[in-house]
């Protein structure tokens, strides 16, 4: 079959939406790292409306830090790609031609670093997940064991790390006598400006100190808040979009309606007019952040681990059963005490459209894709929030169970037996915990010797193990929806 490219465009049906410019004037004003799902959904459909209305500087040039696979999807493609948004029965379909190419970092690191150098670019983003800044995650610190850490600080020619290509950038950028780009993170962390403003500014000091004083007083590092569902692309997925469009796209993403993107009003240089293209700009990302994290995410993370256990598949399944929707409730009762809403955000229309979020069926989001990388999520998301509660002197029993519930999902095994891969960068951790500890009560305070996710004062606090170990029992002893239901009786 036919692939989607530039000269297959003109052959899409009528009702697909495409670029309007000419493709062929688009400068590369972007350089994004670590392109996958989330950025062809999110930023890049920004870009696309810039270049839409008229402001050709903000073409995208995509870069995988590992995997060949996006390359070999879109550069085939001449670096297009199909939205597909889905809410309901309604499905909208719009070919997004941001994309410039992807570059393969390991193939070529020189050319990643060249690239990002260029004069004409001014804003480089990155989606990294949190393991990609290469931060102790309880000292915040740069990981100077991590040996591909090493090696850059070794020897930057060839970096191999996020914070060595864009500190190898600007190095270059110094040298040619231009501005800094602004870094723009857009991964799901709390204070990810902070992060990878920290991250790339102790490589450069140990490498340069002049260049990192550079970075330090001329650099941007805007702190962000970004929120749109999307799913993983399974095959069937591509199958269907092909035989809707009569020809093949293996760059398709398919994501929700809702979109929203918050960036600190903190720039280097040049930007579009992301206030014209719907970006919130603020000066305060913190309460925008706080309120996704603690709200959406950690509900997410939640419904996550408590449908998988009990064998719901897709978030929207989940949510079907009234205990588990009883309970995002429940915990939304006690995240909301904890989060100081911005001008403009109405917390009770912003739950029930989390609501309605969750319950898109047409989304297939998988609630095992939501449940990777938990120990990395974990604390911004239900820690947090408990510490929070439990300084107040509030009960954290809806937050407990989610805790727990991810403490059960590491043993690998759900509640029918299924064994499953627990995805996650501490899971050979996890799993030698729990092999050594006997009772239920064990396996918690096993789990929570992990500083990397539990601060000493959370798991030494009398009230938070208590709390956690009860619902770990309950959910050992009755289920996941049992507990649940259990939860929210009691809570009336």
Not at 40 to 47: C, D, I
Not at 54 to 80: C, I, K
Not at 109 to 129: C, F, G, K, Y
């Amino acid at each position: 079959m036919t692939r989607l490219s530039a000269s297959s465009l003109a052959d899409l049906p009528a009702d697909v939406a495409r670029p309007a410019y000419d493709r062929t004037k688009v400068r590369i004003g972007v350089v994004h790292l670590g392109i996958g799902a989330f950025h062809r959904a999110h930023q890049a459909v920004v870009f696309d409306d810039a270049l839409g209305a008229g402001d050709l500087r903000w073409g995208v040039l995509g870069a995988s830090l590992r995997s060949p696979a996006v390359a070999q999807q879109l550069n085939p493609q001449d670096g297009l790609y199909t939205l597909v948004v889905r809410d309901g029965a309604d499905e909208r379909l719009r070919v997004i031609g941001a994309g410039q190419g992807v570059l393969i970092a390991p193939d070529d690191p020189a050319a990643l670093v060249a690239a990002m150098a260029d004069a004409e670019v001014h804003i480089v983003t990155l989606t990294v997940t949190e393991k990609g800044y290469r931060l102790d995650p309880v000292t915040g610190a740069l990981q100077l064991d991590d040996p591909e850490v090493a090696a850059d600080l070794a020897d930057l020619s060839a970096p191999r790390t996020a914070p060595g290509f864009i500190v190898a950038a600007l190095a270059a950028r110094r040298a040619a006598g231009l501005k800094p780009f602004t870094v723009i993170s857009c991964d799901n962390l709390p204070h990810n400006g902070a992060r990878i403003r920290e991250a790339v500014l102790a490589m450069a000091g140990r490498i340069d100190v002049g260049l990192a004083g550079w970075i330090e007083q001329r650099g941007a590092f805007p702190q962000t808040m970004i929120d749109r569902i999307v799913p993983a692309t399974t095959p069937d997925d591509i199958a269907r979009l092909a035989a809707r469009l009569g020809m093949e796209d293996q760059g398709m993403v398919k994501a929700e309606p809702f979109t929203q993107w918050v960036i600190e009003d903190r720039f280097a240089g040049q930007r579009p007019d992301f206030t014209a293209l719907g970006v919130q700009l603020t000066d305060a990302v913190a309460p925008w952040e706080d309120a996704k994290l603690r709200l959406l995410n950690g509900a997410h993370s939640a419904i996550a681990y408590l449908g998988a256990l009990s064998g719901h598949e897709y978030v929207h399944e989940a949510l079907a059963v009234p205990a588990f929707a009883a309970y995002v409730e429940a915990l939304w009762d006690e995240a909301q005490t904890t989060v100081d809403p911005p001008p403009g955000l109405d917390i009770d229309a912003y739950r029930r459209a989390l609501m309605a979020r969750f319950r898109n069926a047409a989304l297939m989001h998988r609630t095992r894709q939501i449940a990777m990388d938990g120990s990395q999520k974990l604390p911004q998301r239900l820690l947090a929030g408990a510490a929070e509660r439990l300084a107040q002197g509030q009960d954290i029993a809806a937050m407990a169970l989610g805790i727990a519930a991810w403490m059960r999902w590491q043993s690998g095994v759900t509640e029918a037996g299924e064994v499953v891969v627990v995805d996650d960068p501490l899971a050979g951790r996890t799993a030698a915990l729990l092999a050594s500890a006997g009772s239920d009560e064990d396996k918690v305070a096993a789990l929570l010797t992990l500083t990397a996710v539990f601060p000493p004062a959370l798991s030494g606090d009398a009230r938070f193990v208590g709390a956690v170990t009860q619902a770990y029992l309950s959910l050992s002893q009755h289920g996941a929806a049992q507990a649940a239901r259990r939860l929210v009786e009691a809570a009336r």
